[in-house]
């Protein structure tokens, strides 16, 4: 039977019970409704609402800009799309760190108004309050540790992270005390392979990588950049499953020479 025609829905217990068996997650982002659908409907495990959205749907240089609001108009529009992938949005900058509250109050609204299954977060110890109180409310939270794009500024760099020996033991504690709190899985980006299979073996809930090696219990990718339609963004950990940027612009430019040419519309193509 193929993954569609199970059409059971994904949950995060299901998750916990694919790292049990062994059985690898798939997890991509989307920001729309067409694209979601289309995701959904090839089988994918997990649909992460990015705050990447930032970067490749509105041309931001980071992800710091994007709105709560922005993002409930995304994860609204993936919600309506997908019938049987876990949803999970991501809280964007400002909407949770520092004050517990406005995590919380963040995170229902997230909820509510898309109708999401989970949301995500970046930052270990520094947020765990928040993360707490989120938990709290019966919202299941999605860590994020590694390298956190919200944070780029602090670091100045998108670099491999955790490669000292201090920031790797920071990231195993941070991991765990996700864990411990009751987060349903944490992502880890780009970080030494080793370190990645350590916290994978270490967490009892899955650990899904992006940049993080092969032995983690899951793979996440921007669907924008595995599909080829962003150029310049091209990580080692980066793999391009299409060259849609050029497939695009081929197909407008046959479409530029049929209007000017006066070829598009033929007579089947009027009433
Ligand atoms: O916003 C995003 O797309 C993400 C992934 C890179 C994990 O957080």
Not at 26 to 45: C, K, N, P, W
Not at 165 to 178: V, Y
Not at 220 to 228: A, E, K, P, Q
């Amino acid at each position: 039977m193929s993954v569609q025609s199970e059409m059971k829905k994904v949950t995060t217990r299901t998750l916990s019970e694919m790292k049990q068996r062994g059985e690898k997650i798939a997890m991509l982002t989307s920001y729309d409704y067409s694209m979601a659908s289309l995701v959904d409907e090839a089988g994918i495990d997990v649909v992460l609402v990015g705050d990447s959205a930032s970067n490749v749907m509105a041309g931001h240089e980071t992800t710091l800009p994007i709105t709560l609001d922005q993002m409930i108009y995304h994860g609204a529009s993936v919600v309506r799309a997908v019938k049987r992938a876990l949803v999970v949005v991501d809280l964007p900058f400002g909407t949770y760190q520092g004050n517990s509250r406005e995590a919380l109050v963040s995170a229902i609204r997230i909820m509510k108004e898309t109708a999401a299954d989970a949301v995500k977060l970046e930052g270990g110890s520094e947020v765990i309050e928040s993360v707490n109180r989120i938990l709290s409310a019966g919202i299941p939270v999605m860590g994020h540790l590694g390298l956190m794009p919200q944070s780029i500024h602090k670091f100045g760099t998108y670099s491999v992270r955790a490669k000292q020996e201090s920031e790797a033991q920071k990231l195993l504690s941070d991991s765990q005390l996700l864990e411990d709190a009751g987060c349903f899985a944490v992502v880890l980006e780009k970080i030494p392979s080793i370190l990645g299979k350590k916290v994978a073996g270490q967490l009892k809930i899955p650990v899904i990588g992006i940049g993080a090696g092969p032995e983690v219990d899951g793979q996440v990718l921007v669907i924008h950049d595995m599909l080829g339609i962003t150029q310049q963004f091209s990580p080692r950990f980066l793999r391009r499953y299409h060259n849609l940027a050029v497939e695009i612009k081929d197909a407008v430019g046959s479409y530029i020479n049929d209007v000017k040419s006066k070829d598009f519309p033929n007579d089947k193509e009027q009433y």
